[in-house]
């Protein structure tokens, strides 16, 4: 199951569009969060999440997904659930993705450390450790990041592409702008 961590001031884009590209995929995604199940986002969009973050079974993991968008990434940061799903996905080799301001999250943890990674322009000095290429996308190992909202679904089709393959992503992206 991929836990798809919301917390107050989260990017909606970030968010929504990798929860809605990854069940087109089939994948089994569930919004968790922090601090309640009505978050709402930095644009004001509230989203009532599946679960709050305390109901979460770290050991059901196959995937962590943090979005960016402030104050939602330091939220995120300072989530103590948050930071057990971490410690547990990257403890047991599973994948992690973070996009914008949120790779500074795994930065903080050294979890980016000799890793390619990239970011939202300003973040790169938080990715301790870490490789930035400033591309859109930047997949190393188990860790997914991305710049921001403008990559978004390139960023989704990314994690498709981990979860069910490259034919996947490439079926979605090609279902997805289908014309008439």
Same mark, same amino acid.
Not at 161 to 178: T, V, Y
């Given at each position: 199951?991929? *836990?798809?961590?919301?917390? %107050?001031?989260?990017?909606?884009?970030? $968010?929504?569009?990798?929860?809605?590209?990854?069940?087109?995929?089939?994948?089994?995604? +569930?919004?968790?969060?922090?601090?309640?199940?009505?978050? @709402?986002? $930095?644009?004001?969009? @509230?989203?009532?999440?599946?679960?709050?973050?305390?109901?979460?079974?770290?050991? #059901?993991?196959?995937?962590?997904?943090?979005?960016?968008?402030?104050?939602?990434?330091?939220?995120?940061?300072?989530?103590?659930?948050?930071?057990?799903?971490? #410690?547990?996905?990257? =403890?047991?080799?599973?994948?992690? *993705?973070?996009?914008?301001?949120?790779?500074?999250?795994?930065?903080?943890?050294?979890?980016?450390?000799? +890793?390619?990674?990239?970011?939202?322009?300003?973040?790169?000095?938080?990715?301790?450790?870490?490789?930035?290429?400033?591309?859109?996308?930047?997949?190393?190992?188990?860790?997914?990041?991305? +710049?921001? *909202? =403008?990559?978004?679904?390139?960023?989704?089709? $990314?994690?498709?592409?981990?979860?069910? =393959? %490259?034919?996947? $992503?490439?079926?979605?992206?090609?279902?997805?702008?289908?014309?008439?």
């Amino acid at each position: 199951m991929v *836990a798809l961590f919301l917390a %107050p001031g989260f990017e909606e884009v970030e $968010a929504l569009t990798p929860a809605d590209v990854l069940r087109r995929a089939g994948v089994e995604v +569930r919004l968790v969060g922090v601090g309640g199940r009505e978050i @709402t986002g $930095a644009h004001g969009i @509230t989203v009532v999440c599946d679960w709050e973050a305390r109901q979460l079974d770290c050991r #059901d993991l196959t995937m962590v997904v943090l979005p960016g968008g402030m104050p939602g990434a330091a939220n995120l940061e300072q989530s103590e659930q948050v930071q057990r799903c971490l #410690d547990y996905a990257a =403890g047991e080799d599973l994948w992690i *993705a973070a996009i914008c301001a949120a790779p500074y999250v795994l930065g903080k943890k050294g979890l980016l450390r000799g +890793r390619r990674a990239t970011c939202f322009p300003g973040y790169e000095d938080q990715l301790e450790g870490a490789v930035y290429t400033g591309q859109p996308v930047e997949v190393d190992g188990r860790f997914i990041t991305a +710049r921001g *909202a =403008g990559v978004a679904l390139d960023f989704a089709l $990314a994690l498709v592409s981990a979860l069910k =393959g %490259p034919g996947e $992503a490439a079926s979605i992206r090609a279902a997805m702008q289908a014309r008439d």
